[in-house]
């Protein structure tokens, strides 16, 4: 057989499984085979992520197709047509909450402010405060006592047990003004008849007056204040026409007013009481003398010094007034 054979003759002595010549052994070719196909699968395989690696990376491609992602509904931004949403929107409805029943929570409400008052009604009102201040001026001593034992114009109307019109004599020459009835005037129904009551009793004394014969005692509020708190504007406002038709149908030679709330009342300022004391005022052209309240003194009893100073003032205007 030729050295040198054609590839028709090499492929017919395989095909014999004969020996070709110049090929090596068929034990030696199959080794050969089995080694090479090791190699190619080694260099086939990715060897395993290091720990310094962040994302893995796979070792086989997976033949399973990924889902589609689901188009998103119109009013979501997702595109006309059906077609895939874009990742922008999916990320955004990601975030966005979703409630369990499909329907968006409405926004709460703002409490709503209460309505104004009518102007017409407010002209109403007015006109009836005006028409009561009108009817308490051309009152009598009874019809306006009577009137004060009824009244609802504030609602200490409806915490009092009994309105305090004033005690005395309504012929005296000297009015006492208090600020309010306390708890046992309340009680009563009568002016001034507590401590501070026996207090003012003993200055009027001191005095050379009594409430019998030369005074007459009466108080900024007819009704007292839940537990002898500060009377409040509409209250001093709602009650002050009652004691101005009392001291117009009292006509007192001076007057003098007991505590802040009394003086600041009658005056119609703000003034301290500081700055009053000792000083002559006018109410409608009537003398007026401004002191510390029997029940102010019952608290600090040091001052009685002042209020007696305060009365010898008061004495001494009347006493010029009746020269």
């Not at 050969?32 to 080694?42: G, L, Q, R, S, V």
């Not at 033949?63 to 895939?84: F, I, K």
């Not at 007057?255 to 700055?275: K, M, Y």
Request: hydrophobic fraction near 40%.
């Amino acid at each position: 057989m030729p050295d040198i054979l054609s590839d028709e003759q090499r492929q017919f002595l395989q095909l014999l499984r004969m020996p070709v010549p110049g090929d090596p052994p068929p034990e030696l070719a199959q080794a050969k085979t089995t080694a090479t196909a090791a190699d190619a699968a080694a260099n086939r395989s990715v060897p395993a992520p290091s720990a310094s690696e962040s994302v893995p990376t796979p070792l086989v491609e997976t033949s399973v197709p990924r889902p589609e992602p689901l188009p998103l509904p119109a009013e979501e931004g997702a595109p006309v047509g059906g077609g895939a949403a874009p990742a922008t929107a999916l990320s955004s409805a990601a975030v966005t909450p979703v409630p369990v029943n499909g329907t968006r929570s409405p926004p709460t409400a703002e409490p709503l402010p209460p309505p104004p008052v009518p102007a017409a009604a407010q002209a109403s009102v007015a006109t009836v405060e005006r028409q009561r201040i009108t009817r308490i001026a051309t009152l009598d001593w009874r019809d306006l006592s009577n009137m004060v034992s009824t009244c609802q114009a504030c609602p200490l109307g409806e915490t009092r047990k009994h309105a305090v019109f004033g005690a005395g004599n309504p012929h005296g020459s000297w009015l006492f003004v208090g600020e309010a009835p306390g708890a046992e005037e309340d009680r009563r129904g009568e002016a001034f008849v507590g401590r501070a009551g026996q207090l003012l009793d003993n200055m009027l004394q001191a005095m050379g007056l009594s409430r019998d014969k030369d005074a007459y005692i009466a108080n900024i509020l007819k009704c007292r204040p839940p537990n002898n708190r500060d009377p409040l504007g509409p209250e001093v406002q709602a009650c002050t026409p009652y004691l101005q038709r009392q001291i117009a149908l009292l006509q007192p030679r001076v007057i003098v007013a007991l505590g802040r709330f009394a003086a600041q009342g009658l005056l119609q300022v703000d003034t301290p009481l500081s700055q009053l004391r000792g000083t002559t005022q006018r109410y409608q052209g009537i003398p007026l003398i401004v002191t510390y309240h029997p029940a102010y003194l019952l608290r600090n009893p040091i001052d009685k010094r002042k209020v007696w100073e305060d009365l010898k003032r008061a004495l001494g205007v009347f006493a010029e007034l009746q020269k």
